[in-house]
């Protein structure tokens, strides 16, 4: 049974996060997401090529996905004990999905928007310090980029403030490590001076 449900998880966890809600809203607005902007399929790309209500759109749809990869086995296997393993499983591969989608040729957005969705079901606090963190650092610098840098490594570091369990913990600085890695090319631009404010 752990065998049928770990591999259930990861499964349709990753299938989830392959879901390619920033291209098919994108599409819906006549737009080639890949040609347009930054050419990433996430929320942020979405928002500045398409519109506001485009790009909270996509937003909204990548953060259940991971909210769902997370949930969706504690309600079938049932035993809470096993949920939250179960559940980071589920995330793990819901990001995996969200950024090498096979319905995109295995490209695909950063993760951050599904990886917050996962959060708020595997642990909220955890997350609304990681929201704090991108708000307080998006207000003072307007990068997108830097928020999420920045999103990312707070994880691990309040979870180890709030005791939480290793599992976790060690989850959350590979999450971060992910984060950082998949804004490598903002990282540079972000040195370089010519990484794009949102206004």
């Not at 928002?47 to 079938?76: I, T």
């Not at 980071?88 to 295995?106: D, E, P, R, T, Y």
């Not at 708000?135 to 403030?161: E, M, T």
């Given at each position: ?59 909204l749809l990548d953060f259940l996905k991971g909210c769902l ?19 980071i499983w589920g995330l793990v591969a819901a990001i995996i ?78 999450l971060a490590a992910v984060i950082v890695y998949r804004h ?16």
């Amino acid at each position: 049974m752990a065998f049928v449900s770990i591999v259930s998880t990861i499964v349709l966890g990753y299938l989830l996060g392959a879901m390619p809600f920033a291209v098919i809203v994108a599409r819906a607005h006549g737009v080639d997401i890949f040609s347009q902007g930054s050419g990433n399929p996430g929320a942020t790309n979405v928002k500045r090529s398409v519109g506001k209500k485009a790009g909270n759109l996509v937003f909204l749809l990548d953060f259940l996905k991971g909210c769902l990869a997370v949930l969706w086995p504690g309600w079938v296997f049932s035993a809470w004990e096993g949920a939250v393993p179960l559940g980071i499983w589920g995330l793990v591969a819901a990001i995996i999905g969200h950024s090498c989608s096979v319905f995109m040729q295995f490209r695909g957005g950063k993760g951050v928007a599904t990886a917050m969705g996962g959060l708020l079901a595997l642990n909220p606090w955890v997350l609304l310090i990681g929201v704090l963190v991108w708000l307080g650092l998006f207000k003072l610098s307007r990068y997108v980029s830097l928020a999420s840098i920045g999103f990312g490594v707070s994880l691990p570091l309040s979870a180890l403030l709030l005791q939480q369990t290793h599992a976790l913990v060690i989850f959350l600085t590979l999450l971060a490590a992910v984060i950082v890695y998949r804004h490598k090319a903002n990282i540079q631009r972000l040195l370089n001076g010519t990484e794009n404010r949102f206004n």
